[in-house]
């Protein structure tokens, strides 16, 4: 039995002005993964709104002290947070989720979706982002799928 079979692929709604936790107890977490590798609180999604602004944003934080939990591969150490970017890769244990944000209207919830990809996260998260990456000049070039860029040592 893996420790996503409870998971259901329905939406599951959260109060805006809750934090959603994940991880292994059953009475202290909204999202429960029954597996070892997992601490009994392993992280939290928190909504906020900037001053000024309608518009829900979400911070994740590390509350597990053993485990490392990274978010597109910055590593949180416990108690540590960082908001969460549009499409996010977040790890912990052996478990790998991409995280997107989508547009919407209400400011009292949120809603989940898990699902199973098709891709893994990694390949996902650059498959399908709308977003090119833009290098310190400020000048974007596309690159054509499936070619290579070589650059020199210390070339960004």
């Given at each position: 039995m893996s420790a996503l079979d409870d998971l259901e692929t329905?939406?599951?709604?959260?109060?805006a002005d809750e934090a959603l936790k994940v991880g292994r107890d059953s009475?202290?977490?909204d999202i429960q993964l029954h597996d070892l590798r997992?601490?009994?609180m392993q992280f939290a999604i928190e909504a906020f709104?900037?001053?000024n602004s309608s518009e829900l944003?979400?911070?994740i934080k590390n509350l597990s002290q053993k485990g490392?939990?990274?978010v597109n591969n910055a590593e949180l150490e416990y108690l540590n947070k960082v908001e969460l970017p549009r499409k996010a890769i977040v790890r912990f244990a052996e478990f790998v989720f991409l995280v997107e944000k989508e547009?919407?209207?209400s400011t009292d919830y949120f809603e989940t979706v898990f699902e199973l990809a098709?891709?893994?996260p990694s390949l996902e998260l650059i498959c399908c982002s709308s977003l090119s990456p833009v290098p310190e000049t400020g000048l974007a070039f596309p690159v054509a799928p499936n070619s290579a860029v070589e650059l020199a040592e210390g070339e960004f």
């Open positions: 329905e939406e599951m709604k959260h109060r009475k202290m977490c997992v601490s009994r709104r900037y001053f944003s979400f911070e490392r939990l990274t547009d919407g209207e098709a891709l893994p």
